[in-house]
Structures are given as C-alpha cells and as structure tokens.
C-alpha cells in the first residue's frame, strides 16, 4: 500500500476545487440570469406572473437541493438525453441559485420608496426605462451585501453535487478518503478549503452591510 | 417525449415512504428543539457573556456557517472514529444537524439580543437581577419574538438540508426515494413524490412554527 | 448617619467629566428633587447611585451598604433603592402584574402566591388593581409609569429614584403619575428625583439641589432656593423654566 503525504491528499484536494470554483462561479453567474428575469415576473404589475414567479420560488425554496439534483440527473434523462453529472449539477444549481436570488433582489426593489416609481412614471418613463434608470441603481447598493452572502450558499451547495457523482472538492474527498483511510485528516481539510473559499465572501457580506448601514444612517 | 409515468409502485412501498417521513421528521424535531437550544446559549455567549468565550463562539459559529453541511455531517460519522468517537448513524445525523442549526440560529438570536432597548437591561439591573438573570427573564423572550419568523425559516432550511444524512445510510425520506427508485427504476417518480412530500412538509412545519409562535408569544414584540 | 451618602463623587465619560465632585446626604424620608439644565450631570447622578453607571471617584454608600462594581455589592444596593425611568421600560411580554411579580420571584425567591399578593397590594397602591392582567402596550404612558413605580415599590425599597418620570408623557398623564409620588412623599418614602416640574418641586420637596456643569449649585429648601435663588444660573435657570 502507498503511504500517502498529507501533502499529497492537499494536492488532490486542491485540484479538485477548482471543479468546486467553477461549478460556483457558473451557477452564480447563470442563477444572476434566471434570476433577474425571475425578479421582472415576480414584480410584474400582471397578477398572473407574479404568481407563477412566486410559486416558483416558493417551489425551490420549499424542496431539498439534493432532491432538485436528483429530478434534474434523472428527469432530463427522460428526454431521452444521457445526462453527464457536470450538466445536471450546472442546471439544478443555476434553477436553484434564481429561486433565491430572485427573492433577495425583490426584497431590495420593494426597499426603494414608492415615490420613485411615481416620480419615474410622472416623468414618462416605461417600465424598463424606470427600471433601468431609476430602481436598479438604487436597488443594486443595497442588494450587494445579500448576494455576496448568497454567493457563500452556492459554493457550499456545489459540495451535494457530489452525490450524483461530479467531481469537485467533496467528492474528491470521499475518493481520497477511500484511497488514504484517512477521514479526519482529509474532512478536516475538505472543510478548511470549503471555509478558505467561503470565509472571506462571508465577511466581505458583513462589511459592505455594515457601511451601508453607515452610510444610510448619515442620510 | 414517449415517456410513460408510473406511480403505482407506491401501492407496494408506502410503508418505506413513512418510515423515511418519520425519521425526518424526528431529525427535525430534535435538531430544531436542541439546535435552538444551542443556539441561544451561544447567542448569550456571543452578545453578553463573559470575554474568553466571544472568540471561542464566534470561532464556532464561523466555522460551520463557512462550510458544507454534507462535510460536518462526514467529519462527524467518518471522521471522528479516529479520535475515538463512534457514533451510530442516527447519532450521527442529530449531532451534525444540531451543531449546524446551533451555530445558525445563534446569529438570528444574537440580532434579536442586540435589538433590545437598553431601558430592558436597566430595568432589569435596577431590581437587582443579575445580568443573567435579566437575560433569561426580560430579555430573551422578546428577543426570540423578535426574530421569530428568520428562525422558523432557518429550521426549514435546516430540515431541507437533512436530505444528505441519507449518504450515511440514515433511512430518511431520501433514502426511502433511493431504495424504491434502485428497486423499481421508476427514479423520477420517485424523485417527484418525495420532493412534493418535502415540499408538504417544509410548508406544515413553517405553518407549525408561526403557531407556537402565536402560542409562546402572545403579545405582539416590543418596538 | 445619613440614608444616602454621596461624598465627593466624579464621573467621566471619556475625556469629558459629567460629574465633578458631589457631595450630598439624604436623610431618611427627604423628598429630594434635582433640577438643572440638560447635561448637567443630573440623570448620571442618579444612575450611579443605582450603580447603573459606575464612578470614577468617590463613594457612595446606601444605608450603610457601599456602592462597589460587583455583582453582590450592586445587588445589595438595588435592593435597598428602586429606580422609576423616564421611558418606563416595562417588561413588554409579560402583564401588569407579571411586572411587578418577577423580580420579587427572580431576586427574592419569593413563594409565587405571596408575590402575587404583593403584587396585587402595590398595583392596588398606584390605583391599577384591576389592571392587573393588562399589557403594557394595552395601557397608557401614565399607567405605564404607575405600574413601573408599583414594580419598584414590590422590591420593598428604602428610597426610590425618579429619572424624569413624567417627561415621557402627554400632558394630561402628568398629574396621575405625581398624584402617586406625591402619596409615597406623605407616606414617608425617601425620594430622589431629577424632574423638570417646578410646581411639585416646591410643594412636595424637602429640599431641592440645582445642579450646573457637574456640580451641586445650589441646594436648600424649595421656598429659599425658589424665591430667593443666589447664584445668577439659578435665577437664569428658573427664569427660563417661568417663561416655558
């Protein structure tokens, strides 16, 4: 049997984050997406797709990421497509960060007073113009510090994608652990990486809170 | 799409279905009564204890908010055998799930603390309580109103999350999806049930959770 | 001996010194009332006697038991003097007589039936018997006050201190809360208060201090110190309180 280095487990443990990094840096980007337009329903001025958005929400919210892993690996299957991991992983993940991203920014928008939806719509702006021109750029301070700290939920959300069998930083573990028998040194590690990665988000959410916090108590 | 549903499978496997439900269920209830618990000792430590613990507490706190639930839960059962603590899956999978909503709740309720008139302290001060006797009696049953919609969420999420101690063979209701989906390939219908199911049940236990809200708080919370 | 003795009593709050040297003693059953313009030390004067704020010089000793930042100390103090607030701060979840019931409970060890009868007693004394089983957020700012003085009296205290009582309510709430104050003077309860009600001051008070910058001004009986004042901060003082 090979001797394994704690050097060694780091290395494998390491090369496999940057599967975890990308993983997260693609949902986040993809659930930004899905979710803006999730925001543009959830706030529509039509009953119907407010409805349909909060639903929606309510339906990713309300439900296990494990199991929206499992129905999107085992679901697109059915169109008759062999679903490789990365790819169920990348959808579950984009759908799931929308849900909550969307949510985060609608609490943002209904932050902004309702005067300035008036004094836009008095202007003669439309929708998108007042959107664009007037909430967003209000709305978009206030939401930094909450999405930041969504970003740190997305990363460890990437650690279930290990369950149907993508590799990154978890699984990479359980194979290592396998390998080495192991377990608290290389969980012990798994866990320091996951907090190196997640850590400096997490304070970087609470600072950027605390000076807007400042900075509207000087208004 | 030519793909035909079938569900009947669940005339044969309701049983296991339950059996899952149940055990979820019971992870929840003990995570949530003992994770809270926790929680609140630690919110105490962290917002008015004494100097040596804030950065033991705060350390904890950072530690598990930072890292995955799936990790605590493998340290915890694979993990920690080498430092001679064997726990059983169950054990396992309520310790994880304790320590997790511990150190999250600790944040939600050290808020609640920190939003407290400092008339209350006072108040209490100047009938001569001590400081901890004013927390327990003047302060912390208007602080956990406070926050009491964010922690009836995060015991959701929490219950949520607990979908992954089926990794280490805990029969939740996720396991009971995995083992009917091996047996019958029927595994986006099982999939589907059992998401619904968790669905019905993060909805139950919100629901049951503003209830004891109601019952425990019955005045609305002070400013 | 005197009930309270203060005896050369400094405060700082940083680079900034509130209280510069006090001295005064109380003797049992004086009705003291403290006047003075905002920031003259007076409400911190007051907080440091319930040990609320802790001295940087000085003592100040309660009945013979010394001011001391412990946690035995202070509660032996506490026990011996109650402290009315400007703002209330009545305990929100719990009723009326919850109020008044707890710290005897928490404190005292207090059997709960005795307690409540006690309870019962001092809210039947602040006239709110039968508001026993109320809110404070179903009561108003006056009954708020008289429940709050009711809670202190249940502790059985020795001098009460009243930290602007009554400036927290609407005016028509004044007279009921003074109306209490006034029955706890006749009944011979010693009483500390900082109050910006001149007309109780003179009718009430045994003896009234002027505080300026952090020092005892002036201090005599209200007709000396009203009709005559000595210093021209005094007459200044009272001079705008006429005006307002």
């Not at chain 1, 290592?176 to 320091?192: D, I, K, M, S, W």
Request: include cysteine.
């Amino acid at each position: 049997m090979t001797e394994f280095t704690t050097w060694d487990i780091l290395r494998n443990l390491l090369l496999a984050t940057r599967w975890t990094l990308l993983l997260s840096l693609v949902s986040f980007i993809g659930g930004s997406v899905v979710g803006l337009c999730l925001l543009w329903l959830r706030i529509s001025p039509r009953a119907a797709l407010r409805r349909l958005a909060k639903g929606y929400i309510e339906l990713f919210q309300g439900t296990p990421l494990l199991m929206q892993l499992f129905i999107a690996f085992f679901g697109l299957g059915l169109f008759g497509i062999d679903v490789p991991a990365w790819l169920a992983a990348g959808v579950a993940l984009v759908l799931w960060s929308a849900a909550f991203l969307a949510e985060i920014w609608r609490g943002c928008v209904e932050a902004i007073a309702k005067g300035q939806w008036e004094a836009s719509a008095s202007l003669g702006m439309g929708r998108l113009q007042q959107m664009r021109y007037v909430i967003l750029p209000q709305a978009l301070k206030i939401a930094i510090p909450p999405t930041v700290g969504f970003s740190v939920q997305v990363i460890k959300g990437t650690a279930l994608t290990s369950i149907i069998g993508f590799v990154e930083l978890s699984k990479a573990g359980t194979i290592v652990t396998n390998a080495t028998f192991q377990p608290f040194t290389v969980y012990g590690l798994v866990a320091l990486i996951y907090f190196a990665l997640c850590w400096p988000l997490s304070k970087s959410s609470q600072i950027l809170e605390r000076k807007l916090n400042v900075a509207h108590r000087n208004h | 799409m030519s793909y035909q549903f079938d569900f009947l499978w669940l005339g044969e496997y309701w049983p296991q279905i339950a059996k899952g439900i149940a055990i979820t269920g019971q992870l929840t209830l003990v995570g949530g009564v003992v994770g809270v618990s926790l929680g609140i000792a630690c919110a105490w430590a962290r917002a008015l204890g004494p100097g040596f613990l804030k950065p033991v507490v705060g350390a904890y706190v950072e530690l598990i908010r930072n890292t995955p639930f799936l990790i605590q839960l493998f340290f915890i059962f694979f993990g920690l055998p080498s430092l001679g603590v064997q726990l059983g899956e169950l054990s396992a999978a309520n310790l994880a799930m304790i320590i997790n909503l511990g150190a999250y709740s600790c944040e939600i309720i050290r808020a609640g603390i920190q939003a407290t008139p400092r008339g209350q302290f006072e108040a209490g001060a100047s009938l001569a309580m001590t400081p901890f006797e004013t927390f327990r009696h003047v302060v912390l049953v208007p602080s956990l109103q406070r926050i009491w919609p964010a922690l009836s969420s995060q015991v959701v999420i929490v219950m949520l999350g607990s979908a992954v101690v089926s990794q280490i063979a805990v029969e939740d209701l996720t396991f009971a999806a995995n083992f009917i989906q091996s047996r019958t390939f029927r595994a986006f219908e099982a999939y589907i049930v059992s998401t619904l199911i968790y669905l019905a049940l993060a909805i139950l236990l919100r629901q049951a959770m503003l209830a004891l809200g109601g019952l425990v708080f019955p005045r609305r919370a002070a400013r | 001996m005197s009930l309270i003795e203060i005896t050369e009593v400094r405060k700082s709050f940083g680079d900034n010194e509130v209280l510069k040297g006090i001295n005064l003693d109380v003797e049992p059953g004086e009705v003291i009332a403290i006047i003075g313009k905002s920031g003259s030390g007076k409400s911190t004067l007051l907080r440091c006697i319930n040990g609320l704020e802790t001295i940087s010089s000085g003592s100040i000793q309660v009945a013979g038991a010394q001011l001391l930042d412990d946690e035995l100390h202070l509660k032996a103090l506490r026990l011996k003097v109650g402290m009315i607030f400007q703002q209330f701060n009545l305990f929100p979840h719990l009723t009326a007589g919850g109020n008044v019931m707890l710290s005897q409970m928490v404190v005292k060890k207090t059997p709960k039936p005795e307690a409540e009868a006690m309870a019962r007693r001092m809210l039947e004394r602040v006239g709110l018997a039968h508001k026993f089983d109320a809110f404070p957020d179903e009561l108003s700012g006056g009954q708020q006050q008289r429940v709050a003085i009711a809670r202190a009296l249940a502790m059985q205290p020795i001098a009460l201190l009243c930290d602007e009582i009554t400036s927290a309510l609407d005016p028509e709430l004044v007279s009921e809360v003074l109306a209490v104050v006034r029955e706890l003077a006749k009944e011979g309860m010693t009483l500390l208060m900082v109050t910006h009600e001149m007309k109780f001051a003179r009718d009430v008070c045994s003896r009234v201090v002027f505080m300026h910058q952090g020092r005892v001004h002036e201090i005599g009986p209200p007709e000396e110190v009203f009709a005559n004042p000595q210093t021209p901060e005094l007459r200044q003082f009272l001079g705008l309180q006429a005006a307002a």
